[in-house]
C-alpha cells in the first residue's frame, strides 16, 4: 500500500482536526519513559555479544604532516590483537556524507590532531587502551592553520586548491546602491567560539561482520541510514549486506548525525579483522578530542537605515571554520547563511558566506546547525544599532519585523501567519521587561551588583533547507503485527526528544486507536524504511504528517478491502486487520514525502523557498553581573515561541527548556580550548556546563497555529530554543554594564578585561 | 583467574553478593560487569557528572570514584532496587509524569541523588533541591522538570503519610 493522493499534501487542507484531537496534544507519558527509568533501557555499554571483543583507537598527535613509521613496540604480543590500518578497507577510504575528503583511516597523512590511523581490538578492555601507547608513529610535520584568518590567507593551503570548505552568495535588490541615501550606518563584528555536545553518553558502537551476513552495527546514533550509506562504501558491499540498528542513546543534540558513520566504520573494520563482534565506547577524554563540535564563526554586519530605524540594506559578511574536513559545513554554512538577517524585511540584503578548512577535528553537526551563530551576530547587532541610532531596541525590532506577506532575503513569501509582534508583546508582558529595565536601571547605580534585561527575537527554519526534503524523498508508515500492535516504520530516532512519544501519539491519533496499542518498530535499516535522518527540527513536522497520512490511508483501505465500519472500536480495528491479513498479506501502509504546494528553491540563484515553515520565538534574559568576581549569571529567563500545534506539552516544554540551558552554556560557560589543534579541555573537569545551581527559572508559552502541512498542525521545535539565549544574554549584560560584548563564550576573564576599564569612581563608590 | 582475587561482599539491592575482582576495580565496573546491573551509567569516570551514582551505606556516590574493596561489606543501592515489585518509586511516577527523563542516560544517577535528598531532607526547598542534585549533570531537560519532578514525589509522599495517619 503506498500513498498516493487522497491524503497526500498537494493540496491545500483545511485543518479541523485540532479541536477534536484524542491524543495529540495530550502529555502522555514518554513511551520508553519506564524503561529509562527503571534503568532497564539498555544503551549500546549495556549490551553483550557472545565472544565480543573490545576496540581502541590510535590517533594523531600533529595537526599536520606525513606519516613516516607506525612503529609497535615488541614487549606486547601483537598476535594477541586485531590490528587494522588504512590497508586493510576493503572499498573506499572514505566516510561518505557530502564530499568525500574525510578518510576513515589516515593513509600517509594527517590533517588534525587526533585523527584516527590505527586501530586495535582485543578481548580485554584494559588491556587494548594499554596497547595504544604501544604504537609509535613518527612524522615529518607539515605548516598548519588554526584559525579563520589563517586559513583566509591561503598560506599553507590545507585544504583542496584555496583552503575554502564552501561558498554562497545571497543576494536581493542592490546593497550598494543604498549607503550613499542612508540616515545611518552602523557596523559590527561578531564571534562565536566551538561548542561541545556533551551529550551524557558518549558515542558508542558493537559491530559484527560474517562473510555471508556481512556487517551489522549496534550503536547510539541520530541516523541509521547515514551509517548505512557510509559502511556501504568502506566495505563495498550491497546494500543488503549492511544492517545498522540505533540503541537507546542517551544525547545527540547533532553530535551523532555524523560521527558514528566514522565510528561503525572503524569498529566494523575491526570486526572483520578479528572475526569477533567488537564494540568500541569512547571514554569522556576521547569523545571530547575526537569528535564533533559546534562551528565557531566570525560575522560582520553593515547596516543601513533610513531616519525612521527602518533597514534599507544588510551587508554580511559569514565564515565558519570548518575544520580539517568538509563534512557538514556546507550545510551548516546554509542554514548560517539564511538565518543571518533575522526575522526582518530589508529591501536590500548581500550574504557573503564562506567556512574554511582548518587542521582542528572537523567540525559538525549541533543543535541549530549554523543559526545560533547567526542569530548571535544578528540579535546582537541590532542592540548596537539601537544605542548607535537612538532608538529603543524592543521598537527597532518592532519596526522591522518580517509579517505576512512580506519576502525574506531569499524572496521567499511569508505565506503562512507570522506574528513576531503577539509574541513580542507577549514576552514583554510575561517578563514584565519595562519595570524591570526601569527598576535595574535604578538599583544598579549604588550596587556592585549590576542587573541588565535583554531579549532576542528570530525564526528558526523547520526542516532541511532549500531542496533538502526532496532529495530525502522520505518513507514512512506504520503495519499491524499478528499480535495486534500497531508499529510505527520509520528510521526516524529517540535520543530523548521525543520521537517514540509523538510518533506513536500520531499514529493512534489517525488510526482512532488508543496510545498502548501503537509501539515503534526497531530503527533498524533491515526492517524499517528510510523516513530520514533524525534532525534539521524535522520529526514531527515531516515524518509526522507521513504518520498521519499513513495512519489515515490504513483506515481507508480496512474499510475498503476488509469491511472495517465508519466508526469502530479497538477490537474491531484489529479484527478488520486479521480479515485483512487473510485475503491480501501484510497490514502495511506507508507513504512518501509529498512538498507542501508552491514550494521551489532553487539552488543554482541561491533563491527560493529556503524552509516549508519557520518557527518564531522571542527570549528575555535577566541577568545578574557581579563587578567583584566579573561572573555572569543569568537569573530569570522567558521563551515565548509559535511552534505549529503542540503535540505533547510536557515534552515540548522539556525541549524548549533544555534547549535554553545548553544555550546559555554556550554564552557564558562552555569554552573549548584548542593547543596546536587538540582540544585542552577535554574533560568535564574543565570543559563546564551549567549545572542544576546555574540553571534560571526558565518560563515557557506557546502561541499555537497549526501548519497545515505538518504533523496534526506541527512544526520544528529542537533547535529553536538553542538560538535566543546568547544573543539576549549579552544584550542584557550590556543593558546592565552598558559594555557591548560581540563574542562567546563570555567567561568572567573576558568580563573583568572589561570591566576593570570602567572608571574606579563608581567601584569606590559602592564600598 | 578471576578466582584468585579476595572476595569481595557487599549488599546490593538487598541481596549478599560476593564477587572476586582486583580490589582496586571501580564500583561501578563491579556492578555493571560482574554483577551485570548496567542501570548504573559511566558519563565521565572523574566523578563530575553523576550518572554512576549509588547509594552506599545511605550515602551518595559516585561509583567510577570508589575501588571495590572500600565496597567490602557495604550496603549498595542501584536505580535497579527503587521500584519495590513493579510499583514504581514515587519519584520515578513523578519523572515519568513531568518529564523529568528525556533520554533517560542521566536518570538512574538523577533518582539516586534526588531519593537520598528525599530521605534526609523529606521536604526539600526548591533551592535544597538544586544544591542536592548540583553533582549530576543533566544535558537534555535543562533540570527545570527534574525540579518539579522531585517537588511532586515529595508531595506526593506527604499524602501517603497524611493517608496513613487518617
Known sequence: MLCHNPFGDSGTRIMTTHATTRIVGDSVPRKEGVDKLLGRARYVDDIEREGMWHGATVRSTIPRGLIQTIAFDRRIDWTEFAVVTADDIPGQNHIQLIVADQPCLADGRVNHCDEAIVLLAHPDKR?????????????????????IEESERRNPVVWGADNLLKSFLLEKGNVDSAWAHAAHIVEGEYRTGAQEHLYI???????????????TVWGSLQCPFYVHKSLLAVFDLPEDKVRVIQTETGGAFGGKEDYPSVLAAHAALLAMKSGHPVKMVYDRIEDLAATTKRHPSRIGHRTALDENGKLLAMDIDLATDGGAYSTLSSTVLSRATLHSTGPYVCPNVRVRSHSWATNTVPYGAFRGFGAPQAIFAIERHMDEIASAIGIDPIELRRRNFLHDGDTTATEQVMREPVIMDRLLDR??????????????????RASPIKRGIGIAAFYHGSGFTGSGERYLNSLAGVDVTPEGKVRVLVSSTEFGQGTNTVLTQIAAESIGIPYDDVTMAPADTGIVPNSGPTVASRTSMVVGRLIERAGLQLVAILRDAAGLSEHFSREEFFAACERYRAIKGDVVSLCRYEPPPGIFWDDQ????EAYPAFAWSVHVAQVAVDTVTYTAEVEEFWAVQEVGRVLNPVLAGGQIEGGVAQGIGYALYEKVLLQNGHMANNQMTNYIMPTAEDVPPIHVFFEQIPFQHGGYGAKGIGEL?????????LNAIKDATGISFHAIPLLPEDLFAELAKQSPAEETATV | MSASWPAIRLTVNGETRTVNVPPMKRLLDVLREDLHLTGTKEGCGEGECGSCSVLMNGELVNSCLVPALQAEGATIQTVEGLAVNGELHPLQ?????????????CTPGMLMAAAQLLTVNPHPTLAEIREGLAGN??????????????????????????????
Request: proline share 5%.
Open chain 2, 137 to 166: 549533570l543533566c544535558r537534555c531537560t535543562g533540570f527545570i522538570r527534574i525540579f518539579e519532578s522531585v517537588v511532586e514525589a515529595a508531595a506526593s509522599h506527604e499524602d501517603k503519610q497524611a493517608a496513613h495517619a487518617r
Open chain 1, 427 to 444: 514576552a514583554l508582558a510575561e517578563s514584565d521587561y519595562h519595570t524591570r529595565r526601569a527598576q535595574f536601571a535604578r538599583d544598579n
Open chain 1, 201 to 215: 553518553e558518549n558515542n558508542g558502537v558493537i559491530a559484527e561482520w560474517s562473510e555471508q551476513n556481512g556487517v
Open chain 1, 721 to 729: 530554543p538553542h538560538d535566543g539565549p546568547a544573543p539576549a544574554i
Open chain 1, 605 to 608: 540563484k541561491y533563491r527560493g
Open chain 1, 127 to 147: 588491556k587494548v587502551r594499554e596497547a595504544v601507547d604501544a604504537v609509535r608513529i613518527e612524522y615529518e610535520p607539515l605548516p598548519p592553520v588554526f584559525t
Open chain 2, 93 to 105: 511516577k513523578a519523572f515519568l509524569a513531568r518529564g523529568g527523563a528525556q533520554c533517560g542516560i
